[in-house]
């Protein structure tokens, strides 16, 4: 860190703005501060969206469809497609509450 307390343009004094190299140099470590923030929740962002993604996935591969491949129905509606709309539904709520937080 620069520890001085010469104006930062020398040539032209600054009146009454008490701005110092020291000052800058800390306002460039907030903005590092605030940007390393920000990649961290990007990055934990990603790793939900992946989360929710392989959890479809596992969800709908063939071990669990067959479990659900029979005949019955749920409120009129055959049981495989009625498990395969409420994993649709829940990845997408899922996405969306994800979403929604990184705002």
């Known amino acids: 860190m620069l520890v001085t307390t010469a104006p930062i343009d020398a040539d032209r004094p600054q ?3 008490g701005r110092t190299r020291v000052h800058v140099a800390s306002m ?5 501060r605030r940007l390393m923030a920000k990649s961290r929740d990007d990055e934990q962002l990603s790793l939900r969206l ?3 993604a392989a959890l479809g996935f596992v969800l709908i591969v063939p071990p669990f469809l067959t479990r659900f ?3 019955g129905q ?3 509606v055959p049981v495989l497609a009625a ?3 409420l994993v649709w539904a829940i990845v997408i709520g899922l996405v969306a509450v994800i979403g929604g937080r990184s705002r």
């Open 74 to 76: 749920v409120f009129g």
């Open 69 to 71: 491949d029979h005949v």
């Open 28 to 32: 460039t470590l907030r903005m590092r």
């Open 15 to 17: 009146h009454g703005t």
């Open 50 to 52: 992946a989360a929710v």
């Open 83 to 85: 498990y395969l709309f």
